[in-house]
Nanobody, 128 residues
Framework: LPLVESGGGLVQSGGSLRLSCAAS????????ISWFRQAPGKEREGISC????????TYADSVKGRFTISRDNVDHTVYLDLNNLKPEDTAVYYC??????????????????????WGKGTLVTVSS
């Protein structure tokens, strides 16, 4: 599953961006999609997840109330809206996909682990 992130860029503190995650020629409908980020010199951090049917979302405390995850299963794209950005949000943002557990119909958001596919990331830089 060739995940590709887009939408990163340079924005001022307090600004907004919309990140997209898609896989050209493939559907994301069967996968739970998570967003991660990795800032320079820091470990990768799981920040948000949406289940395959869009019925459940999770957020890390660091982004709760500022970031919103959504999915469009017509366009086969998952979005991450970043609002009220802060300089500490500067990082490379990655999306990742996880299949449903064996026997399950829905891929849920049970944690930021066990991802089956990863994108290469998009850089978000927030200036103060």
């Amino acid at each position: 599953l060739p995940l590709v992130e887009s939408g990163g860029g340079l924005v001022q503190s307090g600004g907004s961006l919309r990140l997209s995650c898609a896989a050209s020629g493939y559907t994301l409908d069967y996968y739970a999609i998570s967003w991660f980020r990795q800032a320079p010199g820091k470990e990768r951090e799981g920040i948000s997840c949406i289940s395959s049917n869009g019925g459940a979302t999770t957020y890390a405390d660091s982004v709760k109330g500022r970031f919103t995850i959504s999915r469009d299963n017509v366009d086969h794209t998952v979005y991450l809206d970043l609002n009220n950005l802060k300089p500490e949000d500067t990082a490379v943002y990655y999306c990742a996909a996880r299949r449903p557990e064996k026997g399950a119909v829905i891929a849920d958001c049970r944690g930021y682990y066990g991802m089956n596919y990863w994108g290469k990331g998009t850089l978000v830089t927030v200036s103060s």
